[in-house]
Nanobody, 119 residues
Framework: VQLQASGGGLVQAGGSLRLSCTASGYIFKINTMYWYRQAPGKQRELVAS???????DYADAVKGRFTISRDNAKNTGYLQMNSLKPEDTAVYYC??????????????WGQGTLVTVSS
């Protein structure tokens, strides 16, 4: 199973971006999906997560500005980022708890996509 993240880029402060993360390969089920970010010189942090049933959770820093969603039929997760701030600049990574079969689950990571917010 591979996770492919896309949608990063350069945006001015106050702008918006939408990140996508698509899983491909032999997939029985995708459980929780995550978005993490890592800013230069900082540790990777969890930005948002969404469970199979749609329950979401957000880091305090992005609450009210970011929205995580998913399309289970497409094995794709999204991160809508609004009101972006320079401090949101980071490499964003998607991850997911993937079941390639009914009795096995593991955490799968995609490559990062760079988001740069200019002031």
């Amino acid at each position: 199973v591979q996770l492919q993240a896309s949608g990063g880029g350069l945006v001015q402060a106050g702008g918006s971006l939408r990140l996508s993360c698509t899983a491909s390969g032999y997939i029985f089920k995708i459980n929780t999906m995550y978005w993490y970010r890592q800013a230069p010189g900082k540790q990777r942090e969890l930005v948002a997560s969404i469970r199979t049933g749609g329950i979401t959770d957000y880091a305090d820093a992005v609450k009210g500005r970011f929205t995580i969603s998913r399309d289970n039929a497409k094995n794709t997760g999204y991160l809508q980022m609004n009101s972006l701030k320079p401090e949101d600049t980071a490499v964003y990574y998607c991850a997911a708890d993937v079941q390639p079969s009914a009795n096995y689950e593991y955490e799968n990571w995609g490559q990062g996509t760079l988001v740069t917010v200019s002031s």
